[in-house]
């Protein structure tokens, strides 16, 4: 074999390297082999729920324990612990008076929507997946409407990682 | 008492009907995707106040095929998906979509008002209604059709309060009949597919 033939096969590999983890999608960021310590933790595909607001511009604090309903929505992605284990303890967006972390649940055909006690793990080899009909960070009180397009910061906050700074484009569920 | 049992009949129905499907595996040629109601009931009649205030009988949609839902609108997640995925399965439809209709009824009358409806409901597709009425009547339909709902106290949340609710799509053909309950999570060209079915079957039942 001549140094021609391992260029060759060479640059064929680096292709195909090239070429797989292209097919990986955003999800899987290429593995660096040549970085040092673990790559640590990585949030992809972060988006949100568009919606409407329900109630009109501005409201008077609710008086005599007259319920009010508040517009919400939902955030979700795809975070990664890159070697650590983690716990997503918090987050944080200025588009809703509150920001929490939720589940839901289904138990017999019965939706059951809860807040996240402590915080949402996140795997040391693995991916945790913040998804419609289960894990979500739940925007209530929005301040405006969510239009497809728009975009969301959110900060979150890990134990270990610290802030994270996201930026979750607004999306139409239907496609 | 009538309407306990119709609603234990829908659910043992509805039971057997989904555990029939799991057995029957792939092969099984299913018409259908949801749990299917064999043979079918006729699917009670009511009459709410639809998002403009107006009264809203059931029974004036005979003809189309219905696709009944409940919900809540501060419900962050399922609730939303599902109008979403009926909206998108309208519009798969095509031409067909004016045989479909929508109605979404709130389990969570004391706050989701009239306004509130009128916002929320049409966001999703502007045919959809949405209806509510009194606590017990809410109650009275929800039984009728086998929804159990319930207010959890969320004590560490700016929300309140959840529902907990059965998040099913009641599917009624176009003769008044219910003829399946599809679950949360059923995909949308599931669903667009036995619109398809519903719609072309006519109203003979």
Same mark, same amino acid.
């Given at each position: 074999?001549?140094?021609?033939?391992?260029?060759?096969? !060479?640059?064929? #590999?680096?292709?195909?390297?090239? %070429?797989?983890?292209?097919?990986?999608?955003?999800?899987?960021?290429?593995?660096?082999?040549?970085?040092?310590?673990?790559?640590?933790?990585?949030? #992809?595909?972060?988006?949100? +729920?568009?919606?409407?607001? #329900?109630?009109?511009?501005?409201? #008077?604090?609710?008086?005599g324990g007259m319920e009010m309903s *508040?517009?919400?929505?939902?955030?979700?992605?795809?975070?990664?612990?890159?070697?650590?284990?983690?716990? %997503?303890?918090?987050?944080?967006?200025?588009?809703? &008076?509150?920001?929490?972390?939720?589940?839901?649940?289904?138990?017999? !055909?019965?939706?059951?929507?809860?807040?996240?006690? !402590?915080?949402?793990?996140?795997?040391?080899?693995?991916?945790?997946?913040?998804?419609?009909? !289960? %894990?979500?960070?739940?925007?209530?009180?929005?301040?405006? &409407? %969510? *239009?497809?397009?728009?975009?969301?910061?959110?900060?979150?906050?890990?134990?270990?990682?610290?802030?994270?700074?996201?930026?979750?484009?607004? +999306?139409?569920?239907?496609? | 008492?009538?309407r306990?049992?119709?609603?234990?009949?829908? /659910?043992?129905?509805?039971?057997?009907?989904?555990?029939?499907?799991?057995?029957?595996?792939?092969?099984?040629?299913?018409?259908?995707?949801?749990?299917?109601?064999?043979? =079918?009931?006729?699917?009670s009649d009511f009459t709410l106040t639809d998002q403009n205030g107006k009264p809203f009988t059931l029974?004036?949609?005979?003809?189309?095929? $219905?696709?009944?839902?409940f919900g809540y609108t501060s419900?962050?997640?399922?609730?939303?998906?599902?109008?979403?995925?009926?909206?998108?399965?309208?519009?798969?439809?095509?031409?067909?979509?004016?045989?479909?209709?929508?109605i979404f009824v709130t389990v969570d009358p004391e706050r989701d008002s009239q306004q509130v409806l009128q916002?929320?409901v049409?966001?999703?597709?502007?045919?959809?209604i949405g209806v509510r009425g009194t606590p017990a009547e809410i109650k009275t339909v929800a039984d009728a059709y086998?929804v159990?709902y319930k207010k /959890?106290?969320?004590?560490?949340?700016?929300?309140?309060y959840?529902v907990?609710h059965?998040?099913? $799509?009641?599917?009624?053909?176009? =003769?008044?009949?219910?003829?399946?309950?599809?679950?949360?999570? /059923?995909?949308?060209?599931?669903?667009?597919?036995?619109?398809?079915?519903?719609?072309?079957?006519? /109203?003979?039942?």
């Amino acid at each position: 074999m001549n140094t021609k033939q391992l260029v060759r096969i !060479g640059l064929l #590999t680096l292709t195909a390297i090239a %070429l797989l983890s292209a097919c990986g999608g955003a999800a899987t960021p290429a593995a660096n082999p040549t970085s040092s310590p673990p790559m640590g933790l990585t949030i #992809t595909d972060v988006w949100a +729920r568009a919606a409407v607001m #329900t109630t009109g511009g501005m409201q #008077t604090p609710s008086s005599g324990g007259m319920e009010m309903s *508040k517009p919400t929505s939902a955030v979700y992605m795809k975070i990664s612990g890159g070697g650590m284990a983690d716990k %997503l303890v918090k987050a944080e967006t200025t588009v809703a &008076e509150s920001t929490e972390l939720h589940t839901v649940e289904m138990k017999d !055909g019965v939706m059951q929507m809860r807040p996240v006690e !402590g915080g949402i793990d996140v795997p040391a080899d693995g991916t945790v997946e913040l998804k419609p009909g !289960g %894990l979500h960070i739940m925007l209530i009180g929005l301040k405006q &409407e %969510l *239009k497809p397009g728009d975009k969301v910061n959110v900060k979150l906050t890990f134990e270990k990682a610290g802030v994270r700074n996201v930026t979750a484009e607004v +999306r139409s569920v239907q496609q | 008492m009538t309407r306990q049992k119709l609603a234990l009949a829908l /659910t043992v129905l509805f039971l057997s009907a989904f555990a029939l499907l799991g057995c029957g595996g792939k092969n099984a040629s299913v018409p259908l995707h949801g749990g299917r109601l064999e043979p =079918s009931k006729a699917a009670s009649d009511f009459t709410l106040t639809d998002q403009n205030g107006k009264p809203f009988t059931l029974s004036s949609m005979r003809g189309k095929v $219905i696709l009944l839902y409940f919900g809540y609108t501060s419900c962050p997640d399922v609730c939303p998906l599902t109008l979403s995925d009926m909206a998108a399965a309208r519009k798969d439809l095509g031409q067909d979509a004016n045989q479909v209709q929508v109605i979404f009824v709130t389990v969570d009358p004391e706050r989701d008002s009239q306004q509130v409806l009128q916002k929320y409901v049409p966001a999703f597709d502007p045919t959809f209604i949405g209806v509510r009425g009194t606590p017990a009547e809410i109650k009275t339909v929800a039984d009728a059709y086998g929804v159990k709902y319930k207010k /959890t106290l969320l004590e560490n949340s700016a929300l309140g309060y959840a529902v907990d609710h059965s998040a099913f $799509i009641y599917v009624i053909d176009r =003769s008044g009949q219910l003829r399946e309950l599809l679950p949360f999570g /059923t995909q949308r060209q599931d669903i667009t597919s036995d619109l398809k079915i519903l719609i072309n079957e006519g /109203t003979s039942s």
